[in-house]
């Protein structure tokens, strides 16, 4: 078990029992947080849904108004007219043979991917490298596009992966501990939002059992599931 510092002990000791409202949370982050860098805010919340059962599965993004903070390089795989748009919008890498050489090579410059749909013939053949790295292009997920614009601007402007683990736990990057604790308000509720609306209709009993927020390097801080309106507002 590994020891805690006198640090994260007195950040501990600062957090209250009770879960908080989400504002709150957010300033208490920001109080406690110590690092000397820049520290990525997360969001757990802990469901009530079985994921071994296929009807139970949650996965998809959500676009966090005030961005994640992360710089995102997105490589695409496209041809043609869809390559030189690619190109124009900011993506990283644009390429399909040469790009797919390159992974096979053991070369990952990118931390999200995506491909028109008449490269996934050839994407598919990568899939075992890109799958469990989180990287394969998925049509769900809004990265196997024939508009490849929209997508790349969406990785790069926020958008975040959501996907419950085994679990039932969803880990959702909320932002950075130098945003305001209002843009992380802010932010957690769009992710709060979307993971209430896609709720499976299979899930039994209570769908939301914690909330639990943290940064890099804190301890965290317990949010209170009953609310679900006015996120960036004080409590009462």
Do not use: C
């Not at 501990?12 to 520290?39: R, Y």
């Not at 209709?201 to 390097?217: L, R």
């Amino acid at each position: 078990m590994t020891k805690k510092s006198k640090k994260y002990l007195a950040a501990e000791a600062q957090i209250p029992e009770a879960p908080v409202a989400p504002l709150e949370a957010m300033k208490l982050l920001k109080e406690i947080s110590t690092a000397n860098f820049d520290e990525t805010v997360t969001g757990d919340f802990r469901l009530g849904i079985d994921t071994r059962q296929a009807d139970q599965q949650l996965r998809g993004t959500v676009s966090l108004p005030n961005g994640s903070g992360k710089t995102v390089r997105v490589a695409v795989f496209a041809e043609g007219e869809a390559a030189r748009a690619a190109e124009e919008a900011g993506a990283d890498i644009v390429g399909t043979d040469e790009l797919m050489a390159q992974i096979q090579a053991g070369e990952f410059n990118f931390d999200a991917a995506v491909a028109t749909p008449d490269q996934m013939g050839k994407v598919g053949r990568l899939g075992k490298i890109l799958g469990p790295r989180g990287l394969m292009p998925n049509p769900k997920l809004g990265t196997v596009t024939n508009d490849v614009v929209k997508a790349i601007n969406e990785l790069k402007g926020g958008r975040v992966e959501y996907r419950a683990d085994r679990y039932g736990i969803a880990h959702v990057i909320l932002g950075k501990a130098s945003f305001t604790p209002e843009q992380l308000a802010e932010n957690y509720g769009a992710v709060y939002d979307e993971i209430l609306r896609m709720k499976p209709a299979a899930a039994k009993g209570k769908y939301v059992k914690s909330i639990t927020v943290s940064g890099t390097m804190t301890p965290g801080v317990a949010v209170d599931s009953s609310i679900t309106r006015a996120y960036t507002e004080a409590a009462e």
